[in-house]
Structure formats: C-alpha cells, structure tokens
C-alpha cells in the first residue's frame, strides 16, 4: 500500500468519525429541543413588562413589515425600544413613521459612534438604557415575528423559571447558490450547539441568537454588561454565556413558523457576512488558525466524493457512497428543522467549496486590511483581540 492510499484510508477514516458525530448530534438536538409552534398559548395573570429592543442600521427594505408584523401581537404589556444606528438609506424615516403610528415605539436616534464601541453593541447599551421592562428582547430589525409570539415565550420562561432563552428561527429562502452555502453553515451550527446541554445548571454549554435573544433584566443587571462587550462582535452568544456564568437558567427553541428571518438574501450578501462571522469565531482572531481549520474541514468534507473513483482499495467507494448518504440525510434534516429551503442541500459539494473559499477570503481580507468593516466601520484585528470576551466553552 502507498503512502498516499493510506493518507487517503486515514482521511476517509476521521470523515465518517466526525459525520457519524455530527448525525448524533443533530438528533439528540431535534429530540431535546422544543418547538415554539407547540408551546401553549395561556393568558399570563400579571405579565411582566417586555422591552423589545430593536437594533437598526441601513434596513430600509425590510424594517417597516418586520415592525407592521411586530406590532400585531397582542402582548399585554409591551413596549418597543426602536434604535436607529447611523442609517443613511431611509431607514430613519421610516423609523419616525413607524413611531408616530404606535405609542409603543419609543425611536432613539444615533447620529456617532463612540470610540472603542461596536455600532451595534452600542445600540443595544442605549436601548437598555431607555428600556423599562422586567424583560427585555433583544433582536435584529430584519426579524419577523408572528403575532402570540410573545405570550407564548414569556409563559414558557415563567413555566421553566428561566433567565433566558434563544429562539432559533426559520430561515427564509434566498438565492439559490447562498441558500447552498447556508444549508452548510446551519448544519454545522446545529450539530455542535450542544443546545440540549444550555439547560443544565452544571454545564458551560450556552445559547443566544441575534433574531430572538430574550433576558431577564435583574439576570441581566448581574451581568458586566454591554460595557464590557463593547467591542465583541459575538455579541449574541456572549451575551447568553454572560448570564450563563453569573448563575442565570438559560434554554434554546425552535421558533420555525413564529420567528424568521432571510439571514442574506444575495450571494455578496452572504459571501460579506458569512466570511466575516466566520472570521470572528475563530479564537484570538488567528488567520493561520482559520485557514488551516478551513482546510482540514474542506478535506473532510470533499473525500467521500474522492474516494469514489477506483483507487484499488477494498470498500472505499462504498465508503464514500455511506459517508455522502448520511451528509444529505443530516442536511435534510437540519432543513426541515428550520424550515430552509431543501433544493440547495442536493448541492451540497457546490456549498462546501462555497464556505471554504469564502473562509478562506475572509482570513486573506483580515491579514491584508488589519482587520474588518463592521456597520460601516472599520475594527483593527488588534482592536477585537483586546474587546474579545467570548470563549468557546
């Protein structure tokens, strides 16, 4: 046998490793996890006071039907904090409509960013500021949210005595090759969530989502704050990993058909914020650590396909043919789990080269530049590692 057949074997060998562990994971996650669809609907006796606090910069397009469908639920005791952040599209016109309408909405205008602040950090440290609910909601401006959300939720923390919850939301259809490259990134974000153990006092597992992120305000006041995460551009999970540690109860659903949003609706949408979520999440912001990780995970993920061109090894192409089966079938799954699209999951292979190119991007983009544009803004790497709380466990 040559070196290369058995680097080959090796590489065939750690791919059905890690996708039999992802399948697991996935199932364990659609067993565990609740859905919001089923959640009941009671009337709540002396509801506490919700703050809706909502984050807004250049959304002209999609602000004032997210807010219209927002402002149909029939919460009893609701108010909206509504943040423009520097918009420069219309977005702030439509904000003051959406504001005159409704006496709920209370519009906060941001014409400078503060240094050393993410714009939207910053935003959601305003928006609390002005909030003076028992609970605030933190979520994107692009969010839809159906009417008996709200009630639904709050029941459901009240039931299990929470101190936060994150909503997974429904992914909405977008351009066909973005959608391919999504369907590979979600199934990643499912499978190694560790979502089942959020609810565990004892675990480090955590939660959040920029979509629904739902807080207690005194688990919150327990917390260092959006001060000290001014600079964390994960701001969603380390905010739940901050209530976490500080001894709050945290859990993660399912908000198919309640809660969704088009996480990007163009392929340069999706190849800009893809490659810089990705980026972000990389510890320390190491660019030699994401390319090196990004190819280890393209190599997994593209050997299966190799492996089944007759090498003269026993079994391999069927290896491969096992190896490709249970990707689409967890992919499938994960679609159906939040309701994206599932023609894209059928060019699963276009995807995955998708995200390693753009991974790849992103890291080069980093290196050259010295860091990344954020809500029009420009953050040194040097700046981030400094602001950097989030941590992986």
């Known amino acids: 046998m040559t070196l290369v057949q058995i680097i080959i074997i090796i ?231 901050m209530i976490k540690r500080t001894g709050g109860r945290s859990d993660m659903i399912n908000g198919r058909g309640y809660v969704g949003v088009r996480w990007y609706s163009s392929f340069r949408e999706m190849s800009i914020g893809m490659g810089r979520a990705v980026f972000v999440g990389i510890p320390n912001f190491g660019v030699t650590k994401l390319i090196l990780l990004s190819s280890l995970t393209f190599t997994l993920d593209i050997i299966p396909y190799i492996i089944l061109v007759p090498m003269g090894i026993p079994y391999l192409p069927t290896a491969g043919v096992v190896i490709i089966l249970l990707t689409f079938l967890s992919s499938i799954v994960v679609s159906r789990f939040t309701n994206h699209p599932l023609l894209p999951t059928f060019l699963l292979l276009v995807g995955h080269i998708i995200v390693f190119i753009v991974s790849v991007k992103s890291a080069v983009t980093a290196l050259i530049k010295g860091g990344i544009v954020w809500r029009g803004t420009f953050y040194s790497t040097k700046m981030l590692k400094k602001g950097r709380r989030f941590t992986i466990f």
Not at 87 to 96: F, K, L, P, Q, Y
Not at 98 to 120: F, H, S, T, Y
């Open 11 to 241: 590489f065939t060998g750690l791919s059905a490793f890690f996708r039999i562990l992802e399948v697991l994971a996935i199932l364990r996650t659609i067993k565990t996890m609740p859905f919001l669809e089923k959640l009941e609907a009671v009337d709540i006796k002396n509801p506490p006071k919700l703050s809706v606090i909502i984050t807004a910069c250049n959304e002209a397009q999609s602000l004032e039907k997210a807010m219209e469908l927002r402002l149909q639920d029939n919460y009893p005791n609701l108010e909206f904090i509504l943040i423009d952040d520097r918009s420069s599209d219309g977005t702030r016109e439509i904000a003051r409509k959406i504001a005159g309408k409704d006496n709920r909405v209370k519009l906060i205008r941001i014409d400078e960013l503060p240094g050393g602040w993410l714009g939207k950090v910053h935003a959601m440290h305003r928006g609390v500021k002005q909030a003076t609910g028992d609970w605030f909601l933190f979520s994107d401006a692009d969010v839809h949210v159906k009417p008996g959300t709200l009630n639904r939720v709050m029941a459901f923390c009240r039931s299990k005595n929470l101190d936060q919850l994150a909503i997974v939301p429904e992914f909405y259809k977008g351009k066909f090759f973005a959608d391919t490259a999504i369907s590979v990134f979600l199934k990643a974000l499912i499978a190694w969530s560790r979502s089942w153990k959020i609810k565990d006092p004892e675990s480090t597992a955590f939660g959040g989502a920029g979509a629904f992120n739902l807080v207690r305000r005194t688990a919150f006041e327990k917390t260092k704050g959006f001060e000290w995460l001014k600079l964390e551009v994960i701001d969603d999970l380390t905010l739940g990993q």
